[in-house]
């Protein structure tokens, strides 16, 4: 079971990747928890872009049974122009600037559905 979990998430980050990659993202070095992350040009500013798929918990101490379904956390530099652009986004935190996407509840090995959302939500503000 752990072995078809990893694949999945390791899928997942492909899939992932690609897309943000076709988008004009740029990856930047891995931050505190090794997730991969990305920097993308907008017009709300730049949006900060980690893909969450708790593989980096492999590399810790203690009994790994798995985590929660993968994400991608979003967060904007400059929330006032996120604010601004995006408008009534319910998903916006008008605090913070995160932004993030949690299409994958549920997922199987296909990850299209909830990769076309997030392209879809990308590309209203590129």
């Known amino acids: 079971m752990c072995g078809r979990y990893l694949k999945r998430r390791k899928l997942f980050e492909q ?4 897309l943000l990659l076709r988008l004009g993202a740029v990856e930047q070095a891995k931050g505190q928890y090794d997730w991969t992350n990305f920097t993308l040009a907008t017009k709300a500013g730049e949006l900060r872009l980690s893909l969450s798929t708790d593989l980096w918990l492999l590399t810790q101490p203690g009994d790994w049974r798995g985590g929660h379904a993968p994400w991608i956390a979003c967060r904007f530099a400059d929330v006032a122009t996120a ?3 995006l408008g009534s986004d ?37």
């Open 90 to 126: 319910d998903r916006l935190n008008p605090f913070s600037g995160k932004w993030n996407f949690h299409h994958w509840h549920n997922w199987t090995d296909d990850f299209a559905p909830g990769l076309n959302l997030l392209e879809y939500y990308l590309k209203k503000i590129l």
């Open 83 to 85: 604010k601004r652009v």
């Open 15 to 18: 899939e992932a990747r690609a």
